[in-house]
């Protein structure tokens, strides 16, 4: 079959632009678990001196054969601790997106720095930076042109003739952010043995202060991206931990908002002699990406490991395709507990 440039541009359209298109940026389900892609402020955040997670995303299998796929990893840790709890942390980040049989890649490279200012016992203030960049290509040589057609298919060793030269480009980018953390359960001495803990931490960031510009196909400013977060966390009297979060980001006019919670029962609690390295909890939740999907969610723990899944349940409009399968997600967290790294807990 002769393909014309019109249909050449439908079918990259369709292979590069995600029908979930509110979300021009790197996501994640589980976005508790890509912390520095939410905020800056988040690192050195964590019940740990230091934070290592994975992640691991695909989605739409069901309605293509080159499904999506997104990848993550973080590492933070606190780098300074003074004696009244306040401390200075920081991480380094790097995900990265293939979409369609092109293999579209988007890859977010960043460094983050932030200082926790503990300005009471329970309360946290705390200031991010963070810089990187931003790089978008494609592989070329899966794209097919009309004048490549030989008279029975196609034929990848005629010259396309087409100007390939600018498929590949890298932007810097920097973001802020700020947030508040209340909690019963940290201060400048870890407090190990703290009944019904609660929690909350409220922010707010601002990603791509520079607004990178890409050249590939057609212009494309990424713009402003402004993400506001709630996550909040409690313990019942039956040991259950309930933790509620709401994600908000807005970027171009497209909005992502998820909502939901995580419901944890702690199986073992560990024992003062080995620091509380053998706990083990189990948790299982739902979230709601509004107007778009329904997402059940799974962690196990067990000492300083944690392991979640979860699975987009497709909701909107291409769902008659898809079948109500969206995408599979997968994430890894180690966090250490030794006990030679000080500084102040901070437990969500």
Not at 42 to 53: K, N
Not at 139 to 146: A, E
Not at 292 to 306: G, K, M, R
Request: proline residues 3%.
């Amino acid at each position: 079959m002769k393909y014309n440039k019109f249909t050449l541009f439908c079918i990259i359209f369709v292979a590069f632009v995600p029908f979930n298109n509110y979300a021009q940026d790197i996501h994640f389900s589980q976005f508790w678990d890509a912390p520095l892609l939410q905020s800056p402020t988040s690192a050195g955040r964590a019940d740990g001196a230091v934070r290592a997670i994975v992640n691991y995303r695909t989605q739409w299998a069901s309605v293509s054969s080159n499904p999506f796929s997104t990848f993550g990893a973080n590492v933070d840790m606190r780098l300074h601790t003074s004696h009244k709890g306040s401390h200075l942390a920081g991480g380094i980040s790097m995900y990265t997106d293939l979409a369609g049989s092109a293999k579209m890649r988007t890859t977010l490279v960043n460094l983050s720095a932030v200082y926790h200012l503990n300005f009471s016992d329970n309360n946290y203030f705390s200031l991010g930076l963070q810089g990187g960049f931003h790089q978008k290509g494609l592989d070329v040589s899966q794209l097919r042109f009309d004048n490549q057609f030989d008279g029975i298919g196609h034929n990848p060793t005629i010259n396309s003739n087409e100007n390939l030269s600018n498929f590949s480009e890298i932007r810097p980018t920097l973001s802020a952010g700020i947030s508040y953390t209340w909690s019963n359960s940290f201060s400048g001495v870890r407090r190990l043995f703290t009944q019904n803990k609660k929690s909350v931490n409220i922010g707010f960031t601002v990603h791509h202060f520079n607004s990178p510009k890409f050249n590939i196909l057609h212009q494309e400013n990424l713009g402003l991206k402004y993400i506001g977060h709630v996550e909040t966390a409690f313990e019942t009297h039956t040991d259950w931990l309930i933790s509620p979060k709401v994600l908000v980001a807005i970027q171009n006019k497209a909005t992502d908002i998820i909502l939901g919670s995580l419901f944890t029962y702690p199986l073992s609690h560990g024992s003062r002699m080995n620091n509380y390295s053998n706990s083990a909890s189990i948790g299982f939740g739902a979230f709601y990406r509004l107007k778009d999907a329904l997402i059940p969610t799974l962690q196990v723990q067990w000492s300083s490991i944690s392991l979640g899944f979860s699975y987009d349940v497709n909701l909107s409009s291409p769902n008659d395709a898809s079948r109500y399968r969206g995408g599979f997600e997968i994430s890894l967290k180690y966090i250490s507990n030794n006990p030679r790294l000080k500084g102040s807990s901070m437990r969500f």
